[in-house]
C-alpha cells in the first residue's frame, strides 16, 4: 500500500512546471490526511496542522525528505508565525515562481507568507482578461499578487491596503517581475473610505478585486463581517465600475455558505448582474471553501 503522503505528492506530479513552483502538496481529507496541510515554496516546505502535535509518521516521512521544513500550528486566536521543523533552515525571503510570475515569500514575516496558493487559478484569469491601458483595483491587496498578475497583462493598477509594509511588499513584487512600482497606483488606508473617495473624484476602473478578510475592524474601530457587510462593500465597488467592467468577490468564510454570498452580491446593486463561479485550484483537494464570483453588469 503506497505511502499516504507519497500518494499526494504523486497526484501532484502533473501540476509542477517550469512556470509554477509552488503548489499545496497535502490538502487535508481530500488526501485522507485530515488536519494537515503542506505546501511547497519552491521546494521549501510549509507544513500546517490543526493539532499541537506533528502525528509520528507524518515527522518521520518529513525527516527523510531532507527538505526545508516549516511548521505552522493552526489557530484562529493564536496566529504564531512558522517555526523550523526539520531540514536546512531557510532565514531569508526568496521568490516563487507561478504561471511565470515571481512572488516573494518569507517564512519569517508572521502567520501568512506572502501569498494564497487557492488564489493561483483566479489571478490567471485577471490576467487573461485584462487588456494594455485597463485599470484594475484591487482592494485589502496584501503583498499585490493580484495586481502584478494585472499589469503583468498591461494594466494600470491600484493597490489598496491598511498596511504599509505590505504595499512596500507589493512594490518589491513588481520589481521581482521588471514592472515599474512608479507606473502604477499604491493607496494606504481603509477600503471602504478610499471607494467613497474614487466616487468623489469621478475615478472608475474597469475590474476590482474584493477579497476581504471575513473579520476586520478598521482605525476608528468599526467592525467589517463578511457574513454580513459584503453586500455593502460590493455596492461601493460597483458606483465605481465602469459600464462595461467586472468584479472579482472572494470569501473564504467558512460559516458563509455559497448561496448567501451569491445573495449579498445580487442585492448589492439595482441594477441586474450577471454572475458565475470559479472552483479551486487542483491541488485543492478538500473543502471547498473559496468562494470566487465574478461579476458583470
Given amino acids: ?5 507519497e500518494a499526494a505528492l504523486a497526484k501532484r ?4 512546471t517550469a512556470e509554477t513552483d509552488a503548489l499545496r502538496l497535502i490538502d487535508g481529507g481530500g488526501d485522507g490526511l485530515p488536519g494537515i496541510t503542506l505546501e511547497s515554496y519552491a521546494g521549501n516546505w510549509l507544513l500546517a496542522t490543526v493539532g499541537t502535535r506533528v502525528p509520528a509518521a507524518l515527522d518521520t516521512w518529513l525527516q527523510q525528505q531532507a527538505r526545508p521544513c516549516y511548521w505552522k500550528k493552526l489557530d484562529l486566536y493564536q496566529k504564531e508565525p512558522p517555526h523550523h521543523h526539520c531540514g536546512p533552515e531557510v532565514s531569508e525571503p526568496f521568490c516563487i515562481r507561478e504561471n511565470g510570475l515571481q512572488f516573494e515569500i518569507s517564512f ?12 493561483r487559478d483566479n489571478r490567471a484569469e485577471v490576467r487573461r482578461l485584462l487588456r494594455p491601458g485597463q485599470r484594475l483595483l484591487n482592494t485589502f491587496a496584501y503583498t499585490g499578487a493580484f495586481s502584478v498578475a494585472a499589469a503583468s497583462a498591461g494594466a494600470e493598477t491600484t493597490t489598496l491596503d491598511l498596511s504599509q509594509p505590505y504595499l512596500d511588499w507589493a512594490k518589491r513584487n513588481f520589481a521581482h517581475n521588471a514592472l515599474d512600482p512608479a507606473a502604477h497606483h499604491f493607496c494606504k488606508g481603509d477600503t471602504f473610505h478610499w471607494l467613497r473617495r474614487f466616487a468623489k473624484q469621478g475615478r ?12 476586520s475592524r478598521d482605525e476608528k474601530g468599526k467592525i467589517f463581517r463578511v457574513e454580513s457587510d459584503f453586500g455593502a462593500l460590493a455596492a461601493l465597488a460597483l458606483d465605481i465600475l465602469t459600464p462595461d467592467g467586472w468584479l472579482l468577490c472572494c470569501s473564504n468564510c467558512h460559516a458563509l ?8 452580491i445580487l442585492t448589492s446593486s439595482r441594477r441586474r448582474l450577471a454572475i458565475r463561479s470559479s472552483p479551486m485550484p487542483a491541488d485543492f483537494t478538500g473543502e471547498s ?9
Avoid: C, N
Fill in 1 to 5: 500500500m503506497q505511502d499516504p503522503h
Fill in 289 to 297: 471553501y473559496l468562494k470566487s464570483v465574478w461579476v458583470e453588469t
Fill in 204 to 215: 472608475q476602473f474597469d475590474a476590482i478585486v474584493l477579497d476581504p478578510p471575513t473579520f
Fill in 108 to 119: 519569517q514575516a508572521g502567520y501568512s507568507q506572502g501569498i494564497f496558493l487557492d488564489q
Fill in 13 to 16: 506530479a502533473p501540476l509542477r
Fill in 257 to 264: 455558505p455559497a448561496a448567501g454570498f451569491e445573495r449579498q
